[in-house]
């Protein structure tokens, strides 16, 4: 799979085993996911189901690899949670056919988590508590706030902030996410309507827009800069 991918323009990162699979996706943010339904220990199936339950790569495309394609093993696969299932033995074919079955998937999640550098204040509230921050970056998964106050990982907060030429203020609910260097604060949105999405993702598209023409027709990054499994 590295060998294949890799000329294609990926960032492959290889993992022996599930546990060290999950040791690599609690710190890395990948655009796709590779795991091998057999392995010693912690299987493919399980990997696959402790992977959607993670916080940082529980949405990115999944393909499965079995030497077994039964309807079966499919059906397993994908109830834990796979987004593409894949029989052995892969050949360079199979693999190219994959990987452009996967690329809407990939770059969907890979613009989900691209950020972009964003100056404004952001207006918070947490039950009757109301305050403001200031935000460093947005995503149309999330931002980058400072400072991060009190607080706590996986708390809950409302928030409201304007983009440049947006119809309203978007209004957002967001979840604590981890806290970085600098006190600032990660958060990722965790319900927003479909206006405000629509006017957030225009914003975003504008700003990649921008980042292209910036770098003077250089070619732009692979839709699936990352793999691993």
Same mark, same amino acid.
């Given at each position: 799979?590295?060998?294949?991918?890799?000329? @294609?323009?990926? =960032? /492959?990162?290889? !993992? *022996?085993?599930?546990?060290?699979?999950?040791?690599?996706?609690? +710190?890395?943010?990948?655009?796709?996911?590779?795991?091998?339904?057999?392995?010693?220990?912690?299987?493919?199936?399980?990997?696959?189901?402790?992977?959607?339950?993670?916080?940082?790569?529980?949405?990115?495309?999944?393909? @499965?690899?079995? =030497? /077994?394609?039964? !309807? *079966?093993?499919?059906?397993?696969?994908?109830?834990?949670?796979? +987004?593409?299932?894949?029989?052995?033995?892969?050949?360079?074919?199979?693999?190219?056919?994959?990987?452009?079955?996967?690329?809407?998937?990939?770059?969907?999640?890979?613009?989900?988590?691209?950020?972009?550098?964003?100056?404004?204040?952001?207006?918070?509230?947490?039950?009757?508590?109301?305050?403001?921050?200031?935000?460093?970056?947005?995503?149309?998964?999330?931002?980058?706030?400072?400072?991060?106050?009190?607080?706590?990982?996986?708390?809950?907060?409302?928030?409201?902030?304007?983009?440049?030429?947006?119809?309203?203020?978007?209004?957002?609910?967001?979840?604590?996410?981890?806290?970085?260097?600098?006190?600032?604060?990660?958060?990722?949105?965790?319900?927003?309507?479909?206006?405000?999405?629509?006017?957030?993702?225009?914003?975003?598209?504008?700003?990649?827009?921008?980042?292209?023409?910036?770098?003077?027709?250089?070619?732009?990054?692979?839709?699936?800069?990352?793999?691993?499994?």
């Amino acid at each position: 799979m590295q060998a294949v991918l890799e000329p @294609l323009g990926c =960032e /492959v990162l290889i !993992a *022996a085993d599930a546990k060290e699979a999950e040791r690599c996706l609690t +710190t890395h943010k990948v655009d796709g996911i590779i795991v091998d339904a057999q392995m010693p220990g912690v299987d493919g199936f399980e990997l696959t189901r402790s992977i959607r339950e993670s916080r940082m790569n529980s949405r990115a495309p999944i393909v @499965l690899l079995s =030497e /077994v394609d039964d !309807a *079966a093993t499919m059906r397993k696969g994908f109830q834990a949670g796979a +987004t593409f299932f894949l029989g052995k033995p892969l050949t360079r074919e199979r693999v190219y056919h994959l990987f452009n079955a996967a690329r809407g998937a990939m770059i969907g999640e890979q613009r989900r988590h691209e950020r972009f550098p964003f100056r404004t204040t952001v207006r918070c509230a947490r039950g009757e508590e109301h305050f403001s921050l200031e935000s460093i970056n947005l995503s149309e998964g999330g931002m980058l706030l400072e400072p991060s106050g009190t607080m706590e990982l996986d708390q809950e907060f409302d928030l409201e902030f304007a983009v440049p030429h947006g119809p309203k203020p978007i209004r957002a609910r967001a979840r604590a996410l981890r806290k970085e260097p600098s006190d600032r604060l990660a958060v990722e949105f965790v319900s927003l309507d479909i206006e405000d999405r629509l006017a957030l993702r225009h914003h975003l598209n504008g700003c990649a827009d921008d980042s292209r023409a910036s770098k003077d027709g250089s070619s732009t990054p692979h839709p699936w800069q990352e793999a691993c499994g």
